[in-house]
């Protein structure tokens, strides 16, 4: 197989904005044109575009040609839409990574999009339990929070977790989110304030959620020729994996707090890259719930199992710690505008690889990880490295 | 006209629609029934028409005991979708060895604790669009 890097990345604002679907399309799309200048879009070959409800939030199928068309890309091997629910963004990485791998393509564009904010918000929450089996789960008003709810009662019954190192996943990410300007929330947050805010679904408090958000990402994939033409300092992806331990809840582990499948992929993503969790300097997971990134350092082998709550807070998941972790302030800081969420990951990395990203910088960062799901059962791990391995 | 017109929230769930109506029928009877696969015999939650173990699409009507225990469970307070309203106890419930995910109707969030016993309380939701009855396999402390 070919070696892959990305050449460049850019990121629309992301919030409750007032722009269209197409508006977002164009802000991502303007901002990774523009951090390429060798590249125009006549030149891009192929598009992948994650997203995943425009038919509920803008009326609209047909993704991949919509874009391609508002950006005045003309896809000569490649143009799909990719639809893995919160993982969609980086599950178009893959297919764009495989293609290029192949020898199918030299360059590919994937950008994530999503417009979840209506005019009335009870209908952007009623979208989100597509999300969710509609016969066995949905029906009964199930969306994304009880679900990881039911992880984070699991691992404080079973490792003594608190709510205070939930919030301090919580502090961490709204302060993260503080340096960036694309992200969703720029105050940050105070211990007391994620403590203090109000109960979506016990444990989990409303600033260890992310919110119901608006935003765009887009990525340039190259094969190795290509990329050395296009920029000194491409970002090469070392590693790819995905894993699914099930669907519904009732096929996952017994266990909630127990996700063999993250393990599964990020195994699998660090054999392929050569590189073991120690080697990993930055790295963006996915806190969809605060609950989520604390699983996560211990599904990516971080830490030991049941060892993520004092490793949050003990701040060994920060600057100064052992791994910087979602510098750009992750879902709970950016927001999740899901199909735009494993790009807008794989464009912070992107950054932080190339030493560019400014006041959030991880220092020396030269392997990064992003790690992308669709519920507790469905993982998703990618390796970058600065070095082409 | 209001802006968004909110898609059914609900199974259909008639001898028209699914061939799970049996589950459905045997719900508005009091009655919690699953899958059994008549190729291997694996008992499935949820029921299934197509068995993903030996590949058969037969199967057999099987009733549960419709009583069961807590296996996890949470407490939704706010940020539920259009039409559902907090506080929602959401609850995985052991019932025969099988996990079935549902909610608890009724229950005061703080009488409910892992290994709470439970028993299947059907619960009665909106008519399907052509005007038949339609249930859900709800839950109720016993």
Redesign the interface.
């Known amino acids: 197989m070919r070696k892959v890097a990305l050449v460049g990345a850019g990121v629309s604002r992301f919030g409750v904005r007032k722009a269209s679907y197409r508006d977002l399309i164009w802000e991502a799309g303007k901002a990774c044109f523009d951090s390429v200048p060798a590249v125009k879009p006549k030149d891009v070959e192929g598009l992948v575009v994650g997203s995943v409800m425009p038919e509920r939030t803008a009326f609209q199928s047909h993704i991949s040609s919509l874009a391609a068309e508002a950006l005045g890309i003309r896809p000569s091997a490649l143009s799909a839409r990719t639809e893995h629910m919160c993982a969609s963004g980086t599950v178009g990485i893959r297919y764009a990574y495989a293609f290029i791998a192949a020898g199918l393509a030299d360059l590919v564009m994937v950008l994530g999009v999503e417009k979840l904010n209506?005019?009335?918000g009870?209908?952007a929450?009623?979208n989100?339990?597509t999300g969710v089996d509609?016969?066995?789960?949905?029906?009964?008003?199930?969306?994304a929070?009880?679900c990881f709810?039911?992880a984070?009662?699991?691992h404080m019954?079973q490792y003594g977790t608190t709510e205070e190192q939930l919030a301090r996943i919580g502090v961490k990410n709204h302060t993260h989110a503080s340096k960036n300007p694309n992200a969703h929330f720029q105050k940050g947050a105070t211990l007391a304030q994620v403590l203090g805010s109000?109960?979506?679904?016990?444990p989990l408090r409303l600033f260890m959620c992310s919110p119901i958000t608006d935003g765009a990402a887009a990525v340039l994939i190259a094969s190795e020729d290509r990329a050395r033409s296009l920029t000194d300092k491409p970002v090469w992806i070392r590693g790819t994996a995905q894993a699914l331990d099930g669907f519904?809840?009732?096929s996952l582990h017994?266990d909630?707090a127990h996700w063999p499948a993250l393990a599964r992929a990020a195994q699998s993503a660090y054999r392929m890259a050569g590189v073991t969790a120690r080697d990993v300097n930055v790295a963006e997971v996915h806190d969809c719930f605060a609950i989520a990134e604390l699983i996560a350092y211990e599904e990516l082998g971080f830490c030991g199992k049941g060892e993520g709550g004092p490793f949050a807070a003990q701040g060994r998941s920060d600057y100064g710690g052992d791994v910087v972790v979602n510098p750009r302030g992750g879902l709970i800081g950016c927001g999740h505008p899901l199909g735009a969420t494993g790009v807008a990951q794989a464009a912070e990395v992107y950054a932080q690889l190339r030493g560019e990203a400014g006041a959030r910088q991880a220092p020396d960062a030269a392997i990064g990880l992003t790690h992308n799901n669709s519920g507790m059962g469905e993982h998703v791990v990618m390796i970058y490295g600065r070095d082409a391995g | 006209m209001t802006?968004?017109r909110?898609?059914d929230?609900?199974?259909l769930e008639s001898a028209d629609h699914t061939k799970l109506h049996e589950f459905y029928t045997r719900l508005a009877a009091g009655r919690l029934a699953t899958t059994r696969c008549a190729g291997c015999r694996r008992l499935a939650?949820?029921p299934r028409a197509f068995c993903g173990e030996c590949g058969a699409d037969r199967f057999d009507w099987v009733d549960l005991s419709g009583e069961g225990t807590v296996?996890?469970?949470?407490?939704?307070?706010?940020?539920?979708?259009?039409?559902?309203q907090g506080p929602?106890v959401?609850a995985?419930v052991k019932i025969d060895g099988?996990?079935?995910?549902?909610?608890l109707v009724d229950a005061d969030?703080a009488k409910v604790a892992?290994g709470s016993a439970v028993r299947l309380s059907p619960l009665r939701?909106a008519d399907d669009p052509g005007g038949s009855a339609r249930w859900?396999p709800?839950f109720r402390l016993a």
């Open positions: 209506q005019p009335a009870e209908e929450i009623l989100m339990g509609r016969e066995w789960e949905a029906s009964f008003g199930l969306t929070p009880p709810a039911l984070a009662q699991r019954a109000r109960m979506i679904s016990s519904q809840l009732t017994e909630y | 802006y968004f909110a898609t929230p609900f199974p939650w949820p296996h996890a469970f949470t407490v939704q307070e706010t940020g539920l979708p259009a039409g559902f929602r959401f995985i099988l996990r079935v995910f549902s909610i969030p892992i939701v859900l709800a």
